[in-house]
Each structure stands twice: as C-alpha cells, then as structure tokens.
C-alpha cells in the first residue's frame, strides 16, 4: 500500500504526482525528497539509498531514464514490492507513450494519470500488464520524434552498423503507424551482462554472466510463439526438474546455472527440444532470465601498470586486448582508474594513429578517464599516462591507485553462445506479414582489473 506517487526531473521538477490516500500531513513531500536525494552525498555516505526514512515517512524510489519515480507511504510495507512497482509502472507508461522521457511524459499527461488510475486504486496495486490495460485505457498517445531523441540503453546500439531497425526502443505498442495500421513486428534481445575481475597477472578470479532473454511485441491478435534455443542447452545440476529452477545437467557447449521463465512461458516441450511456447503480452518483458560462473572467454583483457618514475612522479600504462572476431566492434568503451589522493596533475599519451579517443583526469575524485569510441575486434589499445604528485607515496604505490575498472557495449556478440534458431508464430489470417527480430548485445556490469 502506498500513499503517494511522483515522477520528478532531474532537476526536482514534478511532472506527475499523485495522492492516493491524503494522508500525508506534509504536502511538500515532492521537495523534501529532492532535497534529500540531491544533498545526501554531503553527508559522506555516497548516493541515496533506494528506501530511506524522513520524519516517519518512507520514500522510494528508482531511476529510469534520467528520471526519479517515488512512492511514498507511512506504513510498514515490503521495499521490493514497492521497488518493482516502480519499475513496472516505469515499463507500462514507455509501453504506451514509446518514448520515455520528460517530453513524453509532459506531453502525454493526461494519459500517464489515466494510466495510474487503473494501476493503482487507493494505493492498492491493481494490475500492471499493458494488455489487461488496453482494455481500460482509451486516450491515444502523443507521440515524439523519434529522430529527435538521444539513443540511450542497450537497444540503442542496434541502429549502428547493421541493418535492423532500432525502432523497439521508442515505439508505442498501442499506437497505429499512418495509414491507421500497426506493423506487424516482434524483438528478441539477448542481453548479457559480465561480472569479470582480473589479478594483477591478467588472471581471472571470477566470472559471472548475467542473462536476460528480453521480449518487445508488436502483433496484433497475441499469435502463439515458438521460441527455440540451443538443442544441447544444460541447466541446473543432474536430478532436478524444470519446475525446480531447472533442467537435469550434461555436457555441451551452453551450460546455465540457473534461470527463470516469464509466468506466459509455456515449458511442456522444453526438455524435450528446449523450445519455449509463449502467447506474448503487449508491450516489453523478460522471457527468461538466466545466469552463469561456468568458466567463459571474455571479450577483453586489461594489463595495467603503475610504477614511481622520479622523485614526485609516477606512470600508469594501460593496455586493452580485445579478444573476438575481427569482423566484430565494440562501442561506447570507457576505462576509469583511480589515482592516489596525492595526485595534482596527470598528462597522457597515446598510441600514433589513436582515432576516437578521450582521455581526462577527474580532479574532484581523483580519477583517469579513458573513452575509446569503437574498438574492433582483434586490436590492442595502450595508453600511457604520466602523473605528477604534491608529496610522497606513503609506501607501495600500486596500494593507492585502482582498479582498473571498464564498461562497453557490444552488439551482435554473446559470450555464453547461447542463441535463438528460430522464432516461429502461428499463421496470422488476415495475411499480414509479420517481421521478426533477433539481436544480440554483452555489456560489461562489473569489468575490474586489480593492480
């Protein structure tokens, strides 16, 4: 139950509010949060938490698309509940508007609260599935200039160097194109996430893969889907059933940990030819979700050194291996290293013929910044930096500095090799040709290398 819910800017405008219970006896709870938020990093404790507590009060809150969703009560109520309710209603309204942003949600306020009306009644959670609310909810979508919009999120990288579309990301699910028909299309993203921390040999210590198998309908009529993985897929250990979270062992080239099925995923068939049965509801959702620590190659290796060059000074070279196909690119790559407190000044070096590189020295936090736009498959990337001290170093330098840490975006490549052979629908009979999509994308969630 909750009593309150806002969507505030970031720069604390309220855009949408909400009060569903008029119990609260502060009317500016909007503000006292904001102020909150923006401020607690003045009291040494980093970045708010998710849940804290205000004069009695309980906030929430997460941050999608640049924006800040809060709910507010003053009862004792589960913070994951509230935190994915958060998250779900963030999903209904990008559903239902395709874009999610301040001008969306500006623009289509009349629909947001229409929208918030039939999710929750009272501070009661009614349903938060984009199917059962076409049912309920009538006003159009204002829809905005996709073109006009910075491409952010992982779907976003689909729109460089291939030829599917990247329109799932701002597209609205219940909106007509002109001519007053929706294309008929369907996404599936397969989306991994690598935990990887290196010693300073280069070694891996450990390695995790963190999966999601992420759906976007846009079918008319909920056709049946056919999704079919890898034949010699593995998951869970020898003995255990699907319905136990998963799936008896073997050897094969995909083995998973663990995972989990969307409540649609129809599983009758799936130890038998590791298919998938589903009738997918509008709008986006995880078909499953999966995870791995089995042993994997990862897409990148980072050597990184630091040694004392001269009284006051030292240098640190960096060097990125990039270990796939060559007929492969990465984008949106970004190396960070703390330096020691001490530092006043770095100057840095790169390779000859270095094209698409960045590099800054973050004075208020002390840290090295190195951005390289794209990195091809294959290639090896160094950059040398050479640091200057106002005292010093109080014993072992490598001590005062690091990890190296690193994040990137990889389209159309998995580590896991897990993939989808084909996507089939039932025939549709109003002849309407339905398009498919499948696309892959491997992020870097925690990517560390110790010094």
Not at 93 to 103: A, C, T, W
Not at 142 to 161: C, K, S, V
Not at 206 to 221: A, N, R, V, W
Not at 349 to 363: H, R, Y
Request: charged share 25%; hydrophobic share 40%; net charge neutral.
């Amino acid at each position: 139950m909750i009593s309150q819910f806002f969507v505030l800017s970031q720069r604390g405008d309220n855009i949408v509010f909400r009060d569903y219970r008029g119990e609260m006896q502060q009317k500016g709870s909007a503000e006292i949060f904001f102020r909150k938020v923006k401020f607690w990093k003045d009291d040494g404790e980093g970045d708010a938490p998710p849940v804290f507590n205000v004069d009695g009060v309980n906030y929430f809150h997460v941050k999608v698309a640049g924006l800040l969703f809060v709910a507010t009560t003053r009862v004792n109520v589960s913070p994951s509940l509230v935190l994915e309710l958060l998250q779900r209603i963030a999903r209904v309204i990008k559903d239902y508007l395709g874009v999610l942003n301040e001008e969306s949600l500006r623009k289509n306020f009349v629909l947001v609260y229409e929208l918030l009306d039939e999710v929750i009644d009272f501070g009661y959670v009614q349903t938060t599935s984009t199917e059962i609310l076409k049912s309920y909810v009538f006003n159009e979508p204002i829809i905005i200039d996709a073109a006009r919009i910075p491409n952010l999120g992982p779907a976003a990288i689909f729109m460089q160097g291939t030829k599917m579309p990247g329109t799932a990301v701002t597209k609205s699910v219940v909106a007509n194109e002109p001519g007053g028909r929706k294309r008929e299309e369907i996404f599936v993203d397969i989306i991994e996430k690598l935990s990887v921390t290196f010693s300073s040999s280069g070694y891996i210590l450990t390695s995790e893969i963190d999966g999601t198998i992420q759906m976007k309908s846009f079918l008319t009529g909920n056709p049946e889907i056919r999704l079919a993985l890898n034949e010699d897929l593995s998951i869970g250990r020898e003995g255990r059933s699907i319905y136990d979270y998963r799936s008896s062992s073997g050897s094969g080239p995909v083995i998973l940990d663990d995972c989990n099925f969307h409540e649609s995923v129809q599983l009758d068939n799936f130890e038998v030819d590791r298919t998938l049965t589903l009738v997918p509801p509008d709008g986006e959702f995880s078909v499953m979700n999966y995870r791995i620590t089995q042993e994997f190659k990862p897409p990148f290796r980072i050597n990184a050194l630091i040694e004392e060059a001269g009284p006051l000074k030292a240098e640190v070279i960096l060097k990125v291996h990039a270990e796939f196909l060559s007929s492969i690119s990465a984008n949106t790559v970004l190396v960070q290293m703390p330096l020691p407190t001490y530092t006043t000044r770095v100057s840095f070096e790169l390779e000859p013929g270095a094209v698409g590189n960045t590099t800054d020295f973050k004075e208020s936090n002390k840290r090295l910044e190195w951005g390289l736009e794209k990195i091809v498959g294959g290639s090896v990337h160094t950059l040398r930096a050479k640091l200057t001290f106002s005292q010093e170093p109080h014993g072992n330098i490598t001590k005062e500095a690091g990890p190296v840490s690193m994040t990137f975006t990889i389209p159309m490549y998995n580590v896991s090799r897990l993939q989808v052979k084909y996507l089939l629908m039932a025939r549709k009979s109003d002849g309407h040709k339905a398009y498919r999509w499948v696309r892959y994308v491997t992020q870097a969630n925690s990517y560390v290398a110790r010094l």
